[in-house]
Structures are given as structure tokens and as C-alpha cells.
């Protein structure tokens, strides 16, 4: 069997961490999501497609053409035209059955198992708030009458998570599908042609389903693999003076130190430095090459590749990029004085993410000056800085210059 997934896009909703990076390659719990992705289908398909646009030079050098035994092929989309216009891109690949996921969201192994056992089928999920998402009807046979985007009426909470078993003549549907309101051929108007002219179904979903729409998203997939998936694993050195409690991954090479606490379940990579005299709270990701110092208390949070919070600082509930440093003295404040849910700026418009707890996104090198003090939800674009003593209460997106002395 094969697979399609769907990863062209520019993601800009989750910038700044993806100014520098396509989504796919995204880390949580220290792996991107691709291959998390990747390992869902491990044992389901035997060649996987991927759809690449946006930095698809990197998705390439990271994955090559072999995955765990699984075949991976490329195909480019020049014009990121539409979901079914990924998917036609893939027409000369295909001959059999074929599942089709986004590639921004990680399934259940189970769950897409089941998928590829019922063709011309989508994975659903039961909602509590339909108005968000594509929502199916549902005869009492258990086909599908229509599929409405985001609909005004509220007529089903079954939603549509972008996970799909095809037949072959999905592209002939797709080349005779009409661009929708926005110019885009929509994998969901093939769907509905499909139900109109034969039998289509759906598969309810029974275990995890994160779609990474928003940076925060990263955070609550994060802590949900590490309670759930995390394997024990010291690799690294661990002074006989340092307090691991609960489940804690160590990578080769990386030094805990004297003093130090972690309390589980925490992932840590290889090469780090870790201490003296540091916590390391529950739900923390630690990537490769890392440094955090004396003093410091990380919460949460997700930290990149090469980056330090050398001593005296506070990270809670926060996504930091590669190489990024933080003077000492940095605190990401996580929650608001009225103990209401944080928002956040995306594309010129203030979200509300729907945590109570949310601190910084934090882009690839960036430098904190000392004692810089981050409002919650608020971001630092790729090699901004901050000044001594700033108080960084909106998102700063533009390069500075150092004052001159």
C-alpha cells in the first residue's frame, strides 16, 4: 500500500519557528513530526509520497529515500493550490489504494491501521465544537451524505482530520473538481463527489489526534508523547549528587550535573550540559547540543537544538529555536495577572490559544539581553534581540542595532 502526506505548505501561522524551517521538521519530543508521522505508518504502507514546497530541500536531506524499510519518493508543488491539487500531483505514482494524510498532524498507528482496512473512507473524530472544523453527515447505513467546511449549522460533531483511504480514480474526480471560494481544488469537494456517485465512509477515531495548527500546539503534543511513549534511557553521564525522579531520557554524551533535579517525565538529548544546580520540570524537551545552566528552571517547554539558558533564568510552558541564548536573568511569564487565557499574534490578528499557561515562541538565534522579562504568548522573530532589562510586551519581528558605547 502507499501513502500521500501532504507537506508543501508555508505554515506561516506557526512562524516565527517556521521562517526557518518547513513544519514537518517541527521536533516534538525530540523528533519531527514527519517522522513520528513516518513511524504511524511503519507496518501500514510500503512506499510513502511526500508532497514538498517550502523549504523542500531540507524535508529531502533530512529523510532521503529510506525510512525504517518504508520507500519515500518526492514529489514538488510548485503552487501550493489546494489539498487535491497536492494530491494530483502524485497521479503518475499511483496504481492502488492510497492513504492521504496532512502533514501537520500526528495520528494514532492504530487508528490510520484501521483507515487503510475500509476504502474510500476518512478518519473523523468526535467534537465538542464542530463550527471549527469540516464536519460529515451521516446516513443510518453509515455513509456519507455531505461534508460542509466550518459550518454555520451544527448538524454532526463527527469532524474531518485529514486523514483519508482513496481508490485510483480519486484523480480523475479530482481533475473534474471545480477550485472552491478561494481559487483552491479542495480534497473535500472531491469527497463530496465521491459520496454523491458511489459509497464513502467514515472511520471514528479511538486514540490521540494533534493537528499543529498554532506553535502551542507543539507543547501539547510534546507533553502528551512524553507521558505516554517515553522509555527510561540514561545514556549520558549523571553525577551521583543530581535527583532524577519519574521517567527521564539522557542522550549519549550529555553531563548532568551536581544539584540538579528533573522530575519526569523529561527528554534530553545528546551532547548537553545540564547544571549545577538546575530544575528540570514535567512535559520538558531538551534538544541536542544544549546548555542550561545554574539557577535555571525550565517548565514545559520545548528547546531546541544548540540552545542555552546558561543561569538564573525562568522557561515555562515556551518554544525555543535553535541557537538561541538567553542572557541571564530571562523570564518567560507564562500566565496572565487575571488568570485569563493567553493570546497570542498570528498573521496581524490576536488569537486566544486557550491555555492558562502559555509563555514564549521564540524563534532561531535569538540573543535576550540580562534581566529581559517576556509578557506570555509573545514572540521573537529568527535573530532578534532584546536589551538589557527590557520588558518585551509585543512581539518583536524586526533585527536591531546594538546602541553605540
Keep these: 500500500m502507499q501513502a500521500i502526506i501532504m507537506a508543501a505548505g508555508k505554515s506561516t501561522r506557526t512562524y516565527p519557528l517556521t521562517l526557518t524551517r518547513p513544519k514537518p521538521l517541527l521536533k516534538i519530543a525530540n523528533k519531527p513530526i514527519l517522522a513520528h508521522q513516518l513511524d504511524a505508518l511503519s507496518g501500514i504502507v510500503e512506499e510513502v509520497i511526500i508532497v514538498v514546497g517550502y523549504m523542500h530541500e531540507l524535508i529531502r536531506a533530512a529523510f532521503g529515500t529510506d525510512y525504517r524499510g518504508i520507500r519515500i519518493r ?120 465521491l459520496a454523491d456517485s458511489s459509497v464513502f465512509r467514515v472511520v471514528e477515531m479511538q486514540d490521540y489526534w494533534f493537528p499543529i495548527g498554532y506553535p502551542w500546539h507543539l507543547l501539547d503534543a510534546n507533553e502528551y508523547f512524553l507521558t505516554a511513549f517515553l522509555e527510561q534511557k540514561i545514556e549520558g553521564e549523571v553525577s551521583p549528587f543530581a535527583h532524577l525522579n519519574g521517567r527521564v531520557a539522557v542522550g549519549e554524551g550529555t553531563v548532568i550535573r551536581s544539584g540538579v533535579v528533573i522530575d ?71 500566565v496572565r495577572h487575571d488568570g485569563g487565557t493567553v493570546r497570542s499574534m498570528v498573521k496581524g490578528e490576536m488569537i486566544d490559544s486557550g491555555r492558562r499557561k502559555l509563555g514564549a515562541i521564540v524563534g532561531d538565534n535569538v540573543h535576550t539581553g540580562i534581566n529581559t522579562c517576556i509578557y506570555p504568548g509573545r514572540k521573537l522573530w529568527p535573530n532578534t534581540m532584546t536589551y538589557p532589562g527590557e520588558c518585551i510586551r509585543k512581539d518583536v519581528m524586526e533585527i536591531r542595532r546594538l546602541p553605540q558605547t
Design 74 to 193: 518526492y514529489v514538488e508543488q510548485k503552487e501550493q493550490l489546494g489539498t487535491g491539487h497536492a494530491v494530483l500531483q502524485c497521479v503518475d505514482l499511483v496504481h492502488e489504494p492510497f492513504l492521504v494524510i496532512n502533514g501537520d498532524d500526528l495520528y494514532a498507528p492504530t487508528d490510520l491501521a484501521r483507515l487503510a482496512q475500509q476504502e474510500q473512507s476518512a478518519l473523523v473524530k468526535k467534537v465538542s465544537d464542530p463550527r471549527l472544523y469540516g464536519i460529515y453527515e451521516i446516513s443510518k447505513d453509515g455513509r456519507v451524505v455531505r461534508l460542509v467546511e466550518k459550518p454555520k449549522e451544527i448538524f454532526s460533531d463527527l469532524a474531518n482530520v485529514g486523514a483519508y483511504h482513496f481508490l485510483p480514480k480519486l484523480f480523475d474526480v479530482l481533475g473534474k473538481t471545480e477550485p472552491s471560494e478561494r481559487g483552491e481544488i479542495e480534497i473535500t469537494s472531491a469527497i463530496q463527489a
Design 264 to 334: 519526569g517525565p523529561v527528554c534530553i538529548g545528546k551532547n548537553c550540559s545540564i547544571g549545577p544546580n538546575c530544575w528540570l520540570r514535567p512535559g520538558t524537551t531538551i534538544g541536542n547540543g544544549c546548555r542550561v545552566g545554574q539557577s535555571v528552571e525550565i517548565k514545559n517547554s520545548i528547546l531546541m537544538d544548540g540552545s542555552a539558558v546558561p543561569h538564573l533564568s525562568y522557561v515555562g510552558d515556551s518554544v525555543i529555536g535553535e541557537h538561541t541564548n538567553f542572557g541571564a536573568g530571562t523570564i518567560t511569564a507564562n
